[in-house]
């Protein structure tokens, strides 16, 4: 089931890929700061867009980019949190959509910008100060494909985006003793940069 899901996936980027019919000369580039919340086991995104403002999560804040050229794009976004739990007590926590494939149905430079994305993504805690026991009981990692949805605003080249992303299902890494971290099926993204067109 989840081979099949990753499969469906990577058949979606290349049709994408192949049916876009974008040209050569037209193009962008984004670079964005962002912040991301996750529903952590939520199911709704009611639930999800809460965890902008919960206490026992905190947002993810990181930075991400993307290259746009005619309708067709590709980017990354990569996002942290540090918590501290306890004197001497910290922890990392990542969720990133390293790659990405895009859809943009308007033209370049459009202040409405419709889009969407789907890829691959990895989210996961590591300790970073008091270790116990052996390394699986410190880090925990999921990886998973994802599709989202989203809208930005082109303001003469300062960009406010919004999307949520679907994770389908989770996964440790193969062939690993690592614990899956628990991973929303939802999680919105708020972000704010630039658009450099050419």
Same mark, same amino acid.
């Given at each position: ?20 019919? *974008? ?29 902008? *403002? ?10 991400? &980019? ?23 007590? &910290? ?39 008091? &270790? ?67």
């Amino acid at each position: 089931m989840k081979t099949r899901a990753f499969a469906i996936t990577a058949a979606l980027l290349a049709a994408v890929l192949v049916t876009s019919g *974008t040209p050569a000369f037209a193009g962008s580039v984004h670079l964005t700061g962002s912040l991301s919340a996750d529903s952590l086991q939520a199911t709704g995104p009611h639930q999800s867009i809460g965890s902008f *403002t919960g206490a026992s999560q905190p947002p993810f804040a990181g930075v991400g &980019w993307e290259v746009i050229i005619g309708k067709v794009g590709f980017g990354g976004e990569y996002d942290v949190n540090f918590t501290r739990m306890a004197p001497g007590s &910290w922890w990392l926590d990542w969720y990133a959509q390293p790659l990405f494939l895009s859809w943009h149905p308007f033209r370049n430079g459009s202040v409405l910008d419709p889009f969407a994305q789907a890829g691959l993504g990895s989210a996961g805690r590591v300790f970073i100060d008091q &270790w116990t026991g052996d390394a699986a009981s410190n880090l925990l990692i999921s990886i998973f494909p994802f599709v989202a949805a989203g809208l930005s605003l082109d303001l003469s080249g300062f960009l406010l985006s919004g999307k949520v992303s679907y994770v389908p299902f989770t996964t440790p890494p193969p062939a690993t003793v690592f614990s899956s971290y628990p991973l929303g099926n939802i999680q919105a993204t708020l972000s704010a940069g630039i658009a450099i067109d050419w």
